[in-house]
């Protein structure tokens, strides 16, 4: 797979937070967000204005520990949309500052149980992946056609789902897999992952809740029962729950494909 360089997700993050500030500066601040039906635009707005401002503390600080997060207190929102949107725009500058004065390499904390995600270079990966999805639910809020991304970054968009997002298990849970494979391909770069299903258990150690879901992890062989295909854009905004299943081909085992569906239906803000 070809990844985009560090240099390039500074670039992106830089983008997608422009279209993202543009789809919501003339929107309806109490429009819904479609893909987060409790979210109005004012709280999409709200949420990456946090995130980028929580991430751009953690590199600045340097945080390269969970238990430093306590020097971090989370910003109360303006109280209006024009306030929050100078917000979000004062947000972005910090992030930008930090990631550009840091080296990739650098140690940071990260939430991942993966300890080589914990990096200043997988922050920028990440932070830009966040403004690209959200840059999507701007558009969409705004009932704006939604901006085409870069394959190359479309198609590692959809290796975080894989290796990270879905595939990177807490420390705390217990993945069981049963064995079934199935094949995810993008299209238009040639890029393929194989994820075998399973089922996905533990108790969340701050709520005590315990659950069992599906669930998925990356492997490099087996023979698959099925296929989820598309270019990496439509097979990245999919996986994300931010496009139709239409825009995806799906050939195989039906069952094997509701279980990826299961997976995927929680959904990731």
Known sequence: MTQPT???????????SALFRTA???????????????????DLLAHLTEVQAFWAHIVATPITEGSQLDSYDDPTPADTYAARLTEFDAAHRSLGAAVGAATPGDARWVWASDQALHTVGYITRRQA????????????????????ADPHLAADG???????????HPEWASFA?????????ATDTGDKWLVELGRLAGT?????EQFEEAGLRPVTGGEPIA???????PLDLWMWNRTDAATVERTGDADA???VDDALAEGLN
């Open 158 to 168: 959809v290796d975080e789902m894989v290796t990270v997002m879905l595939g990177g």
């Open 257 to 259: 494909l509701r279980h």
């Open 227 to 233: 296929t989820i295909s598309a270019p990496a854009w």
């Open 204 to 208: 969340h150690p701050r709520s005590g």
């Open 129 to 148: 992946h966040e403004a690209l999805i959200h840059r999507v639910d701007a558009e969409q809020t705004a009932a704006q056609p939604v901006t085409d």
């Open 24 to 42: 919501l500066t003339g929107c309806d601040e109490a429009a819904r967000v479609p893909a987060c039906p409790a979210w109005a635009a004012t």
């Open 177 to 185: 897999g049963d064995g079934r494979v199935v094949r995810l391909a």
């Open 6 to 16: 560090n240099d390039q997700f500074r670039a992106e993050i830089d983008r997608q």
